[in-house]
């Protein structure tokens, strides 16, 4: 392996964010990647059209040996790791009335838990390659929280807080912690359909590469953290300053409509095949 060679892993990068992620990162000089989702045939292909080295995995990171096994991944086919994009996600509309803790659990179960297990699998990894970063995929919603998202908000609100602390921990070793937070993103997994059919809600919704950029931003290039867009943040700050007006604002009718189905929603709902 060169002296120059950098490894990065992103999660989820079969569509959407992870793969314009791994097509940023790959036009980096010196660049490896690994790509890691569930799908098989779609990470097949993306890593085929990749200009430099790209290995991938198949693997559900809700899985009790997905750590372990995407860490034997790394070792045998790269031997090191600079950079970790804790990518995966997704999300289940419902308001806890009707969707109860089953929903905030599988929520947290994929959107938090999964990455706190593959990050501490790789931690060693990317002490040991240090200078190396570690960039948390997290959402506007973890800081401002809407109705029947709520379950969704709870796991990002938990992986902010979380992203907080590690960067402090893991500063002293080399390891810088970032996070992206995107407000809506057209992608599989998060379409924002509704928003895009119509002309007053269209320029909210961003692109993959866009955010993918921020990725880029945060991980080599060292930022703490990146709204997508940047006027986003504007929400966090107004939550603090004037939290009766926001919620006020986000319980009313305006703001239902901005609460758009996701995929995870359709194949939930999708009779059996």
């Avoid at 990317?126 to 506007?140: C, D, E, F, G, W």
Wanted: with cysteine.
């Amino acid at each position: 392996m060169a002296e120059n060679t950098r490894v990065a892993l992103v999660t989820g990068a079969s569509a959407g964010i992870g793969e314009a992620t791994a097509i940023r990162l790959s036009r980096e000089p010196g660049t490896e990647l690994v790509l890691v989702a569930r799908r098989e045939e779609l990470l097949r292909d993306v890593a085929a059209s990749l200009p430099c080295k790209a290995t991938y995995l198949s693997a559900d990171l809700t899985a009790a040996d997905a750590p372990e096994r995407v860490r034997a991944h790394v070792e045998a086919n790269h031997g090191r790791l600079d950079l970790l994009v804790n990518n995966a996600g997704a999300a289940w509309r419902g308001g806890f009335a009707e969707s109860g803790y089953a929903n905030v659990h599988r929520h947290m179960e994929l959107n938090f838990d999964a990455v706190v297990r593959l990050t501490e699998a790789l931690l060693p990894l990317l002490r040991a390659s240090a200078p190396s970063a570690i960039v948390n995929v997290a959402s506007t919603a973890g800081r401002v929280s809407r109705a029947r998202t709520g379950a969704y908000s709870a796991s990002k609100f938990a992986l902010i807080g979380w992203t907080d602390a590690l960067y402090a921990e893991e500063l002293p070793h080399g390891v810088h912690v970032g996070m992206v937070l995107p407000g809506f993103v057209a992608t599989e997994g998060f379409p924002a359909t509704e928003l895009r059919q119509k002309a007053i809600t269209r320029w909210i919704v961003s692109k993959p590469e866009s955010v993918a950029e921020a990725i880029y931003e945060v991980g080599p290039g060292g930022k703490a953290e990146r709204y997508v867009p940047r006027p986003y943040a504007l929400a966090a700050v107004a939550r603090i300053l004037a939290p009766r007006l926001v919620r006020r604002v986000l319980a009313g009718g305006t703001a239902s409509g901005l609460t758009t189905a996701t995929a995870a929603e359709s194949v939930a709902s999708a009779p059996p095949s």
